[in-house]
């Protein structure tokens, strides 16, 4: 390469150079803010449905509902040992648990609810599940379209991955309902559809 080529492809490089460093850098969110808010309270929200999931394996014979199950704790737990990270690296606690009413927004199942996939026969707890799962998810879908946007990198796509991965269970959930000719439990608050 002579010294000319040499030059251009110099500055070149400056120009790349100083393109990445004026790229705006994923600031840490404030402590209040809505990411960080999103975060704990999705920790929170994983944390039910991994739960929900276990009980139901522990008694679930459909192989549908099983493996419907098991997706949702394998995933759930990947996604909320993201989010453990994300919250230390950021020096922010966990989230604590909600109170009732913003429970029943954010689609939390009742301890009474719970309780039930333990107890009621085989086909009924399946069938709780189904119901509890899909209500569930709809809240994780109220949650997590606000922040479709967010600024913070991580937290917009772990809110677009949330929304694209619950919306395809919430149609599964349906379809199995469907196949039992089960009525879902009412939407949360502010869900336009089931």
């Known amino acids: ?3 000319r080529g040499a030059l251009v492809v110099l500055a070149a490089l400056g120009v790349g150079g100083a393109l990445l460093l004026a790229q705006p850098r994923p600031v840490t969110p404030a402590p209040d803010s809505p990411e960080v808010r999103f975060v704990q309270d999705m920790r929170v929200h994983h944390d039910q449905a991994v739960t929900m999931s276990v009980l139901v394996l522990k008694v679930a014979r459909d192989r549908s509902v099983r493996s419907l199950a098991l997706d949702i704790q394998l995933g759930q737990e990947e996604q909320n040992r993201q989010m453990a990270a994300w919250l230390r690296r950021w020096n922010a606690p966990d989230g604590a648990p909600p109170g009732a009413m913003q429970a029943g927004m954010m689609g939390l199942a009742t ?13 009924e707890a399946e069938t709780q599940f189904l119901r509890l799962m899909l209500r569930h998810h709809q809240g994780a879908l109220l949650m997590a379209r606000p922040l479709t946007g967010s600024p913070q990198p991580l937290v917009a796509g772990l809110a677009r991955q949330v929304t694209a991965a619950q919306g395809g269970e919430i149609r599964t959930l349906g379809s199995l309902l469907r196949a039992r000719g089960v009525t879902p439990l009412p939407a949360p608050a502010g869900m336009s559809h089931h």
């Open 111 to 123: 301890p009474a609810e719970l309780l039930s996939l333990k107890t009621l026969p085989v086909r």
């Open 1 to 3: 390469m002579n010294r």
